[in-house]
């Protein structure tokens, strides 16, 4: 069985009633008089199938359901005198949802920064997080899934088809286990780096900057020795730790200090070589709330 459809103005009238116990003064409170207060409370009760009241010559009193009601009641009008003011601070990018997914490389620094600074100022606005690489990411947009997006590729290749504003630009630095004998060379020559095995991330999760680490291998003639490929970039590190091989890495994974891993950077004129890395936030629909968050990332 459906149920009715019960318009805000019985719920308050109800309430009006229920506060004063008496029907002149309720309606008198509510700027109206006595016999369509009468007529709207006896409509309510037949809407609900249920008296609301007990009536007598010399008293009104609430009936079980009435005293059972009444909180709830109380609570709705509350809820919707809060609305206009809702709907407000909604439009103004004060109140609502964000969602917002990164790669975890900004999630060592930056992003712990901007979300501090985010909700300091916007207390409101429920923030969800999703860690997920930039392929994910992709088809996280073309589904609705997600507001903005920090993507990582390498320098002007940011997605096709998104809006985007740069937050970060950093060179590549390898990471190599620390009883590796290049890790007592604080600048190491690239010439030596390259004859080294290679962990990597796959080239779907970014493939600008995949490309552009093994343009570096193919530019001095040397072919990368692959010899195992993963995901994130705190896995990477780990592998890296256990001997597998040395990882280029964005700079910022030096927050990342895993025990058996040190982090360098190629010495020299060889340094002008090595690729550099774009974190970009992007996003394909500006909304109030995501305005406010990009302007808290461009500061």
């Known amino acids: ?122 207390p409101q606005v429920q923030m969800e997080l999703i860690e997920a690489t930039g392929d994910v990411q992709v088809e996280a947009f073309a589904r609705g899934e997600i507001d903005a997006g920090f993507m990582l590729h390498s320098p002007g290749f940011a997605p096709r088809g998104l809006q985007h504003r740069q937050v970060a630009r950093e060179p590549l630095v390898l990471a190599l286990p620390e009883a590796h004998p290049l890790a007592s060379v604080a600048r190491l020559p690239l010439a030596q780096v390259l004859a080294e095995p290679l962990v990597i991330f796959p080239r779907r999760i970014v493939p600008s900057l995949h490309d552009a680490v093994l343009g570096m291998y193919h530019a001095a003639g040397r072919e990368p020795r692959i010899v195992q490929e993963a995901i994130q970039m705190q896995t990477i590190v780990n592998l890296v730790s256990a001997g597998l091989g040395l990882a280029w890495v964005p700079e910022s994974v030096r927050q990342f200090q895993r025990g058996g891993v040190v982090y360098r950077q190629i010495g020299g004129k060889q340094a002008a070589g090595v690729p550099e890395c774009e974190t970009t936030l992007v996003w394909e629909r500006m909304t109030p709330v995501l305005e406010r968050f990009v302007d808290v990332v461009g500061r």
């Open 1 to 122: 069985m459906k149920e009715p459809v019960i318009e805000l103005r019985l719920w308050r009238q109800f309430a009006a009633v229920a506060e004063e116990l008496h029907f002149g003064r309720a309606a008198r409170s509510l700027h109206m008089t006595q016999p369509p207060l009468t007529q709207a409370i006896a409509q309510l009760e037949r809407l609900l199938g249920v008296r609301l009241f007990e009536r007598t010559k010399r008293s009104v009193q609430l009936t079980a359901a009435g005293e059972a009601l009444l909180p709830q009641v109380r609570e709705l009008l509350a809820r919707a005198r809060e609305l206009p003011a809702q709907a407000r601070a909604a439009a103004g990018g004060e109140l609502g949802r964000l969602r917002i997914a990164f790669v975890s490389t900004v999630g060592f620094a930056l992003l712990p920064q901007w979300l501090r600074a985010f909700r300091a100022k916007h």
